[in-house]
């Protein structure tokens, strides 16, 4: 079965923007439930919201992003095989005027685009 690549970046890119408007608006717990299924797994909801805080009081909230990359892969570092797109953001955060964000998006085990990974350098 071929897998159409530009299909699951445009469906893993809409699931991570509407994952990173829970994140803007602070919804920790949201934001954790819309996340992959193994995600949830790895980091349960204190983990998550030392994590979400620890971000927020390093850096503060995202004042712009633009999508500057999305690449579809069937590994990532430290994950099983499987779809994945990565995607990077160039961000403006109030702490750091030239960051980037790294959403990790997987196709779940219900077929569904999820986030399963947050990064920010």
């Known amino acids: 079965m071929e897998i159409d690549e530009t299909a699951a970046e445009r469906d893993a890119s809409a699931a ?4 990173l408007a829970l994140v803007d608006a602070g919804e920790v717990e949201a934001s954790r439930e819309a996340t992959s ?3 949830r797994r ?3 909801g204190a983990q998550w919201r030392e994590s ?4 927020r009081s390093l850096f ?6 633009g999508l500057s990359d999305a690449r579809y ?13 990565v995607m990077e953001y160039a961000a403006e955060l109030e702490r750091k005027q030239e960051a980037v964000e790294t ?10 685009w999820r986030v399963g990974g947050y990064f920010v350098r």
Request: glycine share 10%.
């Open 16 to 19: 991570a923007e509407a994952w």
């Open 60 to 65: 503060g909230r995202t004042l712009h992003r």
């Open 73 to 85: 892969t069937t590994s990532v570092p430290g994950a099983p095989d499987g779809e994945y797109v």
């Open 37 to 39: 299924t193994l995600f």
């Open 103 to 112: 959403v990790v998006a997987m196709r779940d085990e219900d077929g569904a």
């Open 52 to 55: 979400f805080e620890r971000v």
């Open 42 to 44: 790895l980091v349960d």
